[in-house]
């Protein structure tokens, strides 16, 4: 289908509230996963890029006009900024789609969550007023203590593509929040949306250098970022090598990060599911949302056996009706994955898993109907064994794979059986064994009775490999603030005679 009449805006890098040619000149490709086309191109920042967007963060800190904001006039930009996306919302959710191949409709929705969020995040900016300062109470009368919350400081935002807008929101909202100067580096892989942002910022008047926006390669771009002596933070969603190099290099200057990586996460149905057809759906949801290229992705079926084979027969006839088209094809439901790298990784994931000794029991390969883009088919694979490729690892794509048991004990043994520990589910009608669940899961997310329903409230993170620290809800904010304990002397009259006064010598 031939992308709608709709222009790829030319940006340069976004910092000090304005566009500036990065310092090498160089772009990369935007390359649209559903048709292999390159559509347009963004700058390539480097490290002489990383460092004047710090310094210019670095100096917003310092003028009043974001340095000295309240939580309220802060709150006043990030509802001007919302506003602004909701406007733009048809555009910005194509420009997501033909960046990111996810189907229009997903990411119309991830527009309106990008829109929540900011509004969420202005509410939580104007509360802060009330908290930036809190007693402490001691129990002595000689002294008084009290707590401010402050700005952290110069914030490092590294962010994947799978969500390119809302990921980048996740961050960006709380971080402005606060009242940080940040520096945002998204994914080279689908970095439209983040640099309108850029422009939206540039409209609303957000005071040059609170958020600055660099485009680029992780080697390039990322990494100095993180490695720049002038940021004090880094908060990074993305894979877990990415997260290791991260937080080595984050370590040498003893810089806080907060992770947020992947995961292998299990979803559990019982025998005594409300309806079969009901948790089909929410199995089938919980994998291949977002073409299965989710962190959260519950792509582990733990399935009990007495209901194995009608349970399996349900979700191969679920999965036969799931549409996969260009994404911008009205119901499409899987689109491609977002590279060709990514393309050859899930294949790969797939044929390595049949040279183990598993079965395809649905999909394995690119749909015959699409000779172009990276379109892998819905793929659900059986006769897995604990110790296999698939089993034990991420694949980021559209693949399920399945394992029955037969009792709690083995579900749950079952369910933790990964490095991995972001999120779980479980499928039951009985409220008592899915609270013993949620117990017994060895995650940061518990779904019961559903896969994947993200809300903005809620904190969001995982344990385990999966990275550490809470993204959304109030959480969020205290990543980027800094508890400074005041302690006065109440009794600046009265000696303090530790050591004998010489006057009484
Ligand atoms: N837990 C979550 O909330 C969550 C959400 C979305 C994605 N993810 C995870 O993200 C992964 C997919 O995203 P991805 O492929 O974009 O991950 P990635 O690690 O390849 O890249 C993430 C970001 O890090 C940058 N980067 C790469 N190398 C860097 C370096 N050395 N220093 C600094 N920055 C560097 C990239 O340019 C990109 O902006 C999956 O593993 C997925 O599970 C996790
Ligand atoms: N629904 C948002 C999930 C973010 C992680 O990939
Ligand atoms: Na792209």
């Known amino acids: 289908m031939a992308i709608p009449n709709i222009r790829i805006p030319t940006r340069q890098l976004f910092i000090d509230g304005d566009w500036r040619e990065p310092v090498k000149k160089n772009r990369l490709p935007i390359i649209n996963p559903a048709t292999e086309e390159t559509i347009g191109d963004i700058p390539a920042a480097t490290a002489e890029d990383v460092d004047i967007a710090v310094k210019a963060a670095r100096r917003a800190l310092r003028r009043d006009d974001w340095g000295s904001t309240t939580?309220?006039?802060?709150?006043?930009?990030?509802?001007?900024?919302?506003?602004?996306v909701q406007e733009r919302r048809p555009e910005l959710a194509t420009l997501e789609t033909i960046d990111n191949g996810k189907p229009w409709f997903e990411a119309a929705s991830d527009i309106?969550?990008?829109?929540?969020?900011?509004?969420?995040?202005?509410?939580?900016?104007?509360?802060?007023?009330?908290?930036?300062?809190?007693?402490?109470?001691?129990?002595?009368?000689?002294?008084?203590?009290?707590?401010?919350?402050?700005?952290?400081?110069?914030?490092?935002?590294?962010?994947?593509?799978?969500?390119?807008?809302?990921?980048?929101?996740?961050?960006?909202?709380p971080a402005l929040a606060a009242g940080c100067a940040a520096v945002l580096k998204p994914s080279e892989l689908a970095s439209i949306t983040s640099l309108e942002l850029g422009e939206i910022c540039r409209e609303?008047?957000?005071?040059?250098?609170?958020?600055?926006?660099?485009?680029?390669?992780?080697?390039?771009a990322g990494s100095p970022l993180?490695?720049?002596?002038?940021?004090?933070?880094?908060?990074?969603?993305?894979?877990?090598?990415?997260?290791?190099?991260?937080?080595?290099?984050?370590?040498?200057?003893?810089?806080?990060?907060?992770?947020?990586?992947?995961?292998?996460?299990?979803?559990?149905?019982?025998?005594?599911?409300?309806?079969?057809?009901?948790?089909?759906e929410w199995t089938l949801f919980?994998?291949?949302?977002?073409?299965?290229?989710?962190?959260?992705?519950?792509?582990?079926?733990?399935?009990?056996?007495?209901?194995?084979?009608?349970?399996?027969?349900?979700?191969?006839?679920?999965?036969?009706?799931?549409?996969?088209?260009?994404?911008?094809?009205?119901?499409?439901?899987l689109g491609p994955v977002i590279s060709r790298g990514q393309y050859e990784k899930?294949?790969?994931?797939?044929?390595?898993?049949?040279?183990?000794?598993?079965?395809?029991?649905?999909?394995?390969?690119?749909?015959?109907?699409?000779?172009?883009?990276?379109?892998?088919?819905?793929?659900?694979?059986?006769?897995?064994?604990?110790?296999?490729?698939?089993?034990?690892?991420e694949?980021?794509?559209?693949?399920?794979?399945?394992?029955?048991?037969?009792t709690e004990e083995e579900a749950i043994e079952l369910a933790n059986d990964t490095k991995y520990g972001l999120a779980s589910a479980i499928m039951s009608k009985d409220l008592e064994r899915c609270e013993r669940f949620t117990k017994a899961f060895q995650s940061g997310i518990v779904w019961i009775n559903?896969?994947?329903?993200?809300?903005?409230?809620?904190?969001?993170?995982?344990?385990?490999?999966?990275?550490?620290?809470?993204e959304l809800g109030e959480w969020s904010l205290e990543n980027y603030l800094n508890i400074k304990q005041v302690t006065q002397y109440a009794t600046p009259d009265e000696p303090w005679a530790f050591y004998k006064s010489p006057s009484k010598l």
């Open 346 to 393: 899930v294949l790969k994931f797939i044929s390595t898993a049949k040279s183990e000794g598993a079965t395809i029991l649905y999909g394995g390969d690119r749909p015959q109907h699409l000779k172009k883009g990276y379109y892998v088919q819905p793929t659900i694979i059986t006769d897995v064994d604990k110790s296999m490729e698939i089993w034990k690892e």
């Open 450 to 470: 559903c896969s994947q329903p993200c809300f903005w409230q809620p904190p969001w993170g995982g344990k385990k490999r999966s990275g550490f620290g809470r």
């Open 286 to 333: 919980g994998c291949f949302w977002t073409n299965g290229q989710i962190c959260s992705a519950t792509s582990r079926l733990i399935l009990q056996d007495t209901i194995a084979p009608k349970f399996l027969d349900r979700l191969l006839e679920w999965t036969k009706n799931i549409k996969i088209s260009d994404p911008l094809e009205e119901d499409c439901k």
């Open 395 to 406: 694949v980021f794509g559209p693949v399920l794979c399945v394992k029955t048991f037969k």
């Open 204 to 220: 609303v008047g957000l005071p040059p250098g609170a958020l600055n926006i660099l485009t680029g390669l992780g080697h390039e």
């Open 71 to 84: 939580g309220a006039q802060r709150a006043k930009y990030l509802r001007a900024i919302a506003a602004k």
């Open 226 to 280: 993180v490695s720049h002596p002038d940021v004090d933070k880094i908060a990074f969603t993305g894979s877990g090598p990415t997260g290791v190099k991260i937080m080595t290099a984050a370590a040498q200057l003893v810089k806080p990060v907060t992770l947020e990586l992947g995961g292998k996460s299990p979803i559990v149905v019982f025998d005594d599911v409300h309806d079969l057809d009901i948790a089909a």
């Open 112 to 173: 309106d969550d990008v829109v929540a969020c900011f509004e969420y995040y202005a509410d939580l900016a104007e509360a802060l007023d009330s908290k930036k300062k809190t007693e402490v109470k001691l129990h002595l009368d000689s002294f008084k203590s009290h707590v401010l919350r402050e700005p952290l400081g110069v914030v490092g935002l590294i962010t994947p593509w799978n969500y390119p807008l809302l990921m980048t929101t996740w961050k960006v909202a």
